[in-house]
């Protein structure tokens, strides 16, 4: 029996629950939305530009199953993403702390599932706390490092090439 769908949901679902003690719902969309691009940036580094991308899709398909999901329900426009708050840098910090335990699980378990998992299930609480889906060319806008030194930064620091991609 494969636990590491509970797993995953474990590691995130403690760290909202902690993040939440002290933020609002905008405040945890952010700190989504960081480790979005915590998980994102350490397999750019890793695995490259391709494997990013790939994790762009999978981040895009959740999308577009709970768009599917919605569809006929009723017609929402897409949700705007949330403005930083007072809390938001707490938030991020606990849950890009998590983003780097399932990376870290991802060496035990085979291919990048472990990644999978976390990037869907991240990808499933921002909509859950956005209360919608939001535009995806906000979110990938967000989730992409523009400035190239910040990644070649990313790449000098352990804290980001700590985890394993297969």
Do not use: K
């Given at each position: 029996m494969n636990k590491l769908p509970s797993l995953i949901s474990a590691v995130i679902g403690s760290a909202l629950d902690r993040a939440a003690r002290n933020a609002g719902n905008d405040d945890l969309a952010c700190g989504l939305l960081a480790a979005l691009k915590r998980i994102r940036t350490v397999v750019s580094v890793q695995a490259g530009y391709s494997a990013a991308f790939n994790l762009d899709d999978t981040i895009h398909a959740v999308f577009v199953q709970r768009a599917l999901a919605a569809f006929g329900t009723n017609a929402l426009p897409p949700v705007s993403l949330p403005v930083r708050g007072s809390a938001t840098r707490?938030?991020?910090?606990?849950?890009?702390?998590?983003?780097?335990?399932?990376?870290?699980?991802?060496?035990?378990?085979?291919?990048?599932?472990?990644?999978?998992?976390?990037?869907?299930?991240?990808?499933?609480?921002?909509?859950?706390?956005?209360?919608?889906?939001?535009?995806?060319?906000?979110?990938?806008?967000?989730?992409?490092?523009?400035?190239?030194?910040?990644?070649?930064?990313?790449?000098?620091?352990?804290?980001?090439?700590?985890?394993?991609?297969?």
């Open positions: 707490r938030a991020s910090a606990i849950l890009e702390d998590a983003a780097m335990s399932c990376l870290t699980l991802n060496a035990y378990f085979p291919g990048n599932t472990a990644v999978t998992l976390a990037v869907s299930t991240l990808a499933e609480r921002l909509i859950d706390c956005l209360g919608g889906i939001p535009d995806w060319g906000c979110i990938i806008q967000e989730l992409r490092i523009e400035d190239s030194d910040e990644e070649e930064e990313a790449a000098r620091d352990e804290r980001w090439t700590a985890a394993a991609v297969h």
